[in-house]
């Protein structure tokens, strides 16, 4: 166990919709990372926050967007979903600073159908 | 920007045998580099990292990575695989010092042949 919470598992929703996955970091962690994994683009990051803001930036699309709030979990909420964005997004958290070790939270799995 | 390629996306080693995973990386700033594990349906484990303390870098599992330089390579290597070794492995580089953002391989499937 990593210690960094995802909910929910799985989510099954439809074209079109909106949905929001959320990250509980380990207790401590500063920094928040999200993730998306999927057969044809692999593990691409999409963002960062460390400690409510944003740090960096990826390959996110502006239908999607994040934020960390002052409790530390963070949201990822994808918008105007379309078949493509069915994928495995998972959520890292680290100490932040110079700490370059992340781990990693067992992933929400999202179908778009 | 950094990369790093993982050559070969299926491996199949025989129990008992050794094991070695390729990945060599892009970069031009000393890297950090990371070996990664999905089991399936898991989320990814931290094997072993580089972050220029030693080129000779141990991790969890029995498995060990080598930083070379002069060839840009960052191999995984464990001397005798374990069925429960069966998994996805995943080199990854980060960025400059102080921004952690992984850019991950394309992974390598690793199956043990009992």
């Known amino acids: 166990d990593s210690g960094v919470t995802q909910t929910p598992k799985h989510l099954i929703t439809a074209t079109g919709q909106r949905v929001t996955l959320r990250c509980s970091p380990r207790?401590?962690?500063?920094?928040v990372y999200w993730y998306q994994q999927s057969l044809d683009q692999g593990l691409q990051f999409l963002i960062q926050?460390?400690?409510?803001?944003?740090?960096a930036k990826g390959n996110i699309l502006e239908r999607f967007s994040a934020q960390q709030f002052p409790d530390l979990h963070s949201e990822l909420n994808l918008s105007s979903l379309e078949l493509g964005d069915s994928a495995l997004y998972f959520c890292?958290?680290?100490?932040?600073?110079?700490?370059?070790?992340?781990?990693f939270g067992q992933g929400t799995r999202l179908t778009v159908v | 920007a950094q990369s790093v390629t993982q050559l070969g996306s299926h491996v199949s080693v025989s129990e008992g045998a050794l094991v070695l995973l390729r990945c060599n990386y892009s970069s031009s700033v000393p890297p950090y580099l990371f070996w990664y594990v999905q089991y399936p349906n898991q989320g990814l484990q931290l094997l072993l990292k580089?972050?220029?303390?030693?080129?000779l870098v141990k991790g969890i599992n029995g498995f060990e990575a080598e930083f070379k330089k002069s060839e840009t390579s960052f191999h995984l290597t464990k001397p005798s695989a374990h069925m429960s070794d069966a998994a996805e492995y995943f080199c990854a580089v980060s960025d400059n010092f102080g921004n952690e953002k992984l850019t991950f391989g394309t992974g390598t499937r690793l199956t043990i042949i009992p």
């Open positions: 926050y460390y400690n409510g803001e944003e740090r």
């Open positions: 890292a958290s680290s100490v932040g600073g110079d700490s370059t070790e992340a781990f």
């Open positions: 207790s401590g962690d500063l920094s």
């Open positions: 580089y972050t220029s303390a030693a080129t």
